[in-house]
């Protein structure tokens, strides 16, 4: 199981003999830690730059209900897979 993958804080629970981990992955957990700080980003970009950043077609309409939100995930997940690659490399 990959770092990122794995249990923020794990709840062990034993099911048709095999163990199952219920509760948020550590990506997860990071990329909600930075959910205000892609907002503000994303926030202040054209809708051309959020297509730009989203790698959507020129010919795309640019929906501020559907794209604006893909943008903020996208950046929360960027975020929070540099941490975990930072952190990766610190154990070496």
């Known amino acids: 199981m990959e770092n990122g993958e794995q249990p923020i804080n794990p709840c062990v629970i034993n099911y048709n003999m095999r163990k199952e981990f219920l509760g948020l992955t550590k990506r997860e957990h990071f990329a909600s830690k930075y959910a205000d700080i892609s907002n503000d980003f994303i926030k202040g ?20 209900f559907v ?4 943008a ?20 070496e």
Not at 67 to 70: A, E, L, M, S, V
């Open 45 to 64: 970009n054209t809708a051309g730059e959020i297509k730009s950043f989203l790698g959507l077609d020129g010919a795309v309409t640019y929906d501020p």
């Open 72 to 91: 903020v995930v996208k950046l929360q997940l960027m975020f929070a897979d540099e941490l975990l690659k930072q952190l990766d490399h610190e154990g």
């Open 67 to 70: 794209h604006y939100p893909q």
